[in-house]
Structures are given as C-alpha cells and as structure tokens.
C-alpha cells in the first residue's frame, strides 16, 4: 500500500470514531490521546484500520502504535 | 412444544459505586459511565453463594407464576463459579434447598457470556427428549469472587446476578433457529489464573466486533429471515462501547438493541436474561439472542412468540 492511500485510511478511520476529530497532516505526529482517542476507541481504530488496509495488526504491535504517523508507517512496511 | 414461559432475576442488595472505583483506579469517570457504561455494580454479599442467589431468583419467579414443585422434572444451572469448586454439582444443590422431588434431573453447565443462548438449548434439547413437561434454568456467575479489584480492565465492568428461566409446555417464547460457534485457538483471551480472572480486552474486543455480525446475519439466511423481521434484538451486554459499535457493524437499529447495563455491568450469564425478563411482557414477535465470551465461544438463537 503506498503511503498517500495510508494516510487517507488512518484519517478517515480516525475521524469516523472519534468525535469533532478534524485530522490534517501537521496532527500526523501527535499522540492519538492527545487527539482524544480513548483506550477504547484505540481498539476499534486499530481493528478499522486493519479490515481497511487488509494488514494484519497483531496485540503487542498494536500497543507501540501511539500516533497516526506510527499507524501509517506500519501498514505500508 | 417446549419453550420459555417465564423469566425472574435477583441482584444482590450490596454493590459498588463504579464512580468511586474510577476514582481509586485512576480512570475518567466520564469514560467509565458513557463508554463502558457502567455506573454501578451489584456484589454478591459475604453470606450469598450461587445456590443461595439462585434460590433468591427462584423466589422471585413464584411471585409472577404458579410453580408446582413436584412437577420440575429438571434443573440446569450455568455457571463457572459455582460454589465449592462444583462438587457437589451447584443444580443439587439448588434441588436440595428448593425440595424438589427425586424424580429430577440436575446438572451443571460451564460456559460463559455465551451460556444462556447454550444453556436454553441445553436444557429444552434435554427435556424433550426424555419426555419432561416442566424445568428451571439458572445462570450465576458472580466473578467479584475471582477479579484482581486493581485491575482496571475486568473490575469496573463486572457485576453479580442470577436469573431462572421456566421452561414448559406452555411456553410464551419457543426456539425457532440456534447457532453456536467456538474459537478454542483464542481461549486465552479470557482465563482465571491462579483463582484470578484476566482478560485481554483488545482480543475480546476484536472477536466480539468480528464475529458476532457475521453470526447474527448468518443465522438470519439460514432462518430466511432479513433484519426488518427480528423485533428486538438481545445482545450480551459485554460493555456499552463494544454494544454500540455491533450495533453498527450488524446495522441493527438502535431502537430494537437495548443497552441496558448501567446498573448491573456485565453480569456474564445472566445480562440476556435479565433483558430478556423485562421484555417478556412486550410480546414481541420474534426475539434474537446473542451471547459471546469465555472460550471463545458465541451463540445466536431466534425465539418466536406463541400466539
């Protein structure tokens, strides 16, 4: 997956589960619970972006995935 | 024709203010009420076992319904906390203190959230076969005997109940279509340790958002029924976040699926039937169950109304 279709998934993921979230690039680096993304919505953010790009995201990698950056660079490795 | 006639439950009188133990643990209270959706927890008191919470929701039902002892011809209890290990089997002990007669069958029945949905199957499957009019049904689980009450994931969600279901002859509700499913590969998602439960609550989280759609909507084909004819749809209720994200994922209405756990948590076993209890009354024409949990296991069942 090329990094311009990730990035795409990874906003659109975050903003449908996270209210009045409005990603843009420069939030790209922030941590996801300084976006306000709670331990829950972290879940279903992570399983939404797996079924979305169709990369496997195991627990324990799925723990070190803190921003969206983070996010991104994993599925398009 | 077998079917569930009535349902009764009993929360124990002492619980746990979840406000407070946000407070201890350290978590938000507002993601503790609107996300996990729980504010307060029923706790089994020092001197309440599962016989004597049992025995409790028994009572309870002869207050709704005319029950003649000497006709329970079976008692099935589901639960994986039972008293004294499970030996003796909790259902004797259930049958002692009711003072039923010899002439019935007790067993006990280890599963999880998904044990009503099993458990209904179980003990109609049973008593059909062998020629039984009249049985009881019991689920109590009261994990606050195995949680870790440091431990933020599993204690703020948990709460103590126990429920009895009548099944007879003379049913209002009777099984139309079941289907049961385990994923014994992923069954350490959900373990006691050591007397202490624990719980991956990312892996329950993915299997419950993952699986429990494809059930319900499986079940449905093979009902040849669509979404529009299911009147209420009664799901475990796991945790309000992980209830309404089914919700979208099955596109189930809102208004159909109650969540209704603010005042009892998860209470494993007995969270469908204590909906279930309340929505009797309603006499809705179709009802789908869906259990999921410890195993991992899940069960669907769709229940038509007797007119």
Request: with cysteine; hydrophobic share 40%; glycine share 6%.
């Amino acid at each position: 997956m090329n990094r311009e279709d990730a990035v795409k998934i990874v906003m659109q993921t975050l903003e449908k589960n996270v209210d009045g979230l409005e990603m843009a690039e420069e939030k790209m680096k922030e941590s996801l619970s300084d976006l306000g993304v709670d331990s829950l919505d972290v879940m279903l953010i992570i399983m939404d972006v797996a079924e979305a790009s169709g990369v496997n995201i195991g627990d324990d990698q799925a723990e070190e995935l803190d921003t969206p950056e983070k996010i991104v660079d994993f599925i398009t490795k | 024709m077998l079917g569930i006639q009535s349902i009764a439950s009993y929360l124990p009188k002492d619980s746990v203010d979840n406000m407070h133990q946000a407070d201890r643990l350290g978590a938000d209270r507002d993601f503790v009420q609107h996300k996990i959706g729980v504010s307060t927890l029923p706790r089994a008191e020092e001197h309440d076992s599962v016989v004597s919470m049992c025995v409790a929701a028994f009572k309870q039902l002869c207050k709704k319904e005319s029950v003649d002892l000497n006709e329970i011809e079976c008692v099935v209890l589901c639960t994986q906390n039972p008293d004294g290990g499970g030996l003796p089997h909790n259902s004797a002990l259930i049958h002692a203190e009711l003072g039923l007669s010899e002439e019935c069958a007790c067993f006990d029945i280890g599963l999880g959230c998904s044990g009503y949905v099993y458990g209904l199957s179980v003990i109609q499957s049973f008593m059909s076969v062998n020629g039984m009019k009249k049985g009881l049904f019991f689920t109590c689980d009261p994990y606050s005997k195995i949680l870790n009450h440091d431990d933020k994931n599993t204690c703020l969600l948990f709460g103590d109940a126990a429920s009895v279901t009548l099944i007879s002859d003379t049913p209002c509700y009777i099984l139309e279509k079941a289907q049961f499913s385990t994923k014994g590969s992923a069954s350490d998602a959900l373990v006691k340790n050591d007397g202490i439960l624990e719980m991956n609550g990312r892996a329950v989280f993915n299997f419950a958002l993952q699986e429990v759609p494809k059930q319900i909507t499986s079940i449905l084909n093979k009902a040849e029924l669509c979404i529009e004819d299911i009147d209420v749809f009664l799901l475990h209720q796991g945790s309000r976040f992980m209830l309404e994200n089914i919700i979208k994922r099955t596109k189930i209405s809102e208004e159909k699926t109650p969540i209704n756990l603010l005042q009892t948590g998860n209470t494993v076993s007995s969270s469908i039937p204590l909906l279930l209890e309340s929505e009797l009354s309603n006499h809705s024409n179709r009802i789908l169950m869906s259990g999921f949990g410890v195993g991992l296991s899940w069960a669907t069942a769709i229940y038509r109304l007797v007119k």
